[in-house]
């Protein structure tokens, strides 16, 4: 089934299925890990972070230290992947930001710039790294995600609220400070409250139907603002760097953290309280006007 608490479910019998199904596959995959590694690496960062934003959700059904005890263990498997993600972003980064820097620093320099970051990225060795990931997957694999009780809509409307708080929270501080790592954790906490929206988005369609896409789209901003970032630091000691190569990047970060801040302070506009009430008690959909022709007789 999809990444959906479906409507025929009860909120804790959703969540355990597609915290579950992510882990499934991750044994799975874990089988197969060697044949491509960065592949691989991949799929296991985005499926434990869908299982960790689960399992926030999770929160009011399992208890603090029940989630406590189970959130540390997924951020520290996540962790054993942490040098891989890293060197692979380098590439991704530039990657996502060829068309933009081709035309301003033309196909020799950007031909120059990739094979510095493969060259780096060629001596990360990515197997001790998946190795371990996987061992720690195959110990616990009896145990890796919760059965949880039913729950209820209230327990569901804390937990999102709560993701929705530390995502209004983390867009303050970095729209005041400017400072990158505040960006990125904004981005983080976005990301979390995207996937959220989408997993409850039929439990509380009035609220979060709007809010999956526009959420995913504030974090791509975020993630192409991330991404200048992440070609700066790799190309912060590059010699033959052409002229007006960081200005550009700058530039265009710039422009991208605006965006951002705009989309955000619209998504987060409410106080978190006000969130809470409409997620439980959704103002009445509207009358639908009839037009001319479809008038009743």
């Not at 498997?77 to 980064?93: K, N, Q, T, V």
């Not at 060629?122 to 145990?143: T, Y």
């Not at 409307?157 to 708080?165: E, G, H, K, P, Q």
């Not at 992440?230 to 760097?241: I, K, S, T, Y």
Request: aromatic residues 6%; contains cysteine; positive net charge.
């Amino acid at each position: 089934m999809s990444f959906l608490v479906a409507q025929w479910e009860t909120s804790g019998d959703g969540l355990s299925r597609v915290m579950r199904e992510q882990a499934e596959k991750l044994v799975t995959e874990c089988e197969t890990a060697g044949e491509n590694p960065a592949a691989f690496a991949h799929k296991a960062r985005v499926r434990t972070k869908k299982i960790r934003g689960a399992l926030r959700l999770s929160a009011p059904l399992m208890g603090k230290k029940a989630y406590a005890k189970a959130n540390r263990w997924w951020r520290d498997a996540a962790r054993e992947l942490s040098g891989l993600r890293d060197a692979d972003a380098r590439i991704e980064a530039l990657e996502a930001l060829s068309p933009f820097l081709t035309t301003r620093i033309g196909t020799a320099m950007m031909r120059r710039l990739n094979e510095r970051f493969h060259r780096e990225r060629s001596e990360v060795e990515p197997g001790p790294a998946i190795v371990a990931f996987c061992r720690m997957i195959a110990k616990n694999k009896k145990s890796l995600t919760p059965d949880l009780p039913p729950g209820s809509r209230e327990e569901m409307a804390d937990a999102l609220v709560a993701t929705y708080r530390e995502a209004r929270k983390a867009m303050t501080k970095a729209v005041k400070k400017r400072d990158p790592l505040l960006f990125h954790e904004w981005r983080k906490q976005t990301k979390y409250h995207a996937l959220q929206a989408r997993l409850m988005r039929l439990t509380f369609p009035e609220t979060l139907e709007d809010r999956t896409s526009g959420s995913r789209k504030l974090a791509e901003l975020l993630g192409d603002a991330q991404d200048i970032e992440v070609v700066l630091e790799g190309a912060r000691d590059w010699a033959e760097a052409p002229e007006g190569f960081t200005a550009a990047l700058k530039e265009r970060r710039k422009q991208l953290i605006a965006d951002a801040t705009k989309a955000g302070r619209k998504l987060f506009s409410e106080k978190p309280k006000a969130f809470h009430t409409r997620l439980l008690d959704p103002p009445p959909e509207k009358p639908r006007v009839l037009a001319p022709a479809e008038t009743i007789e």
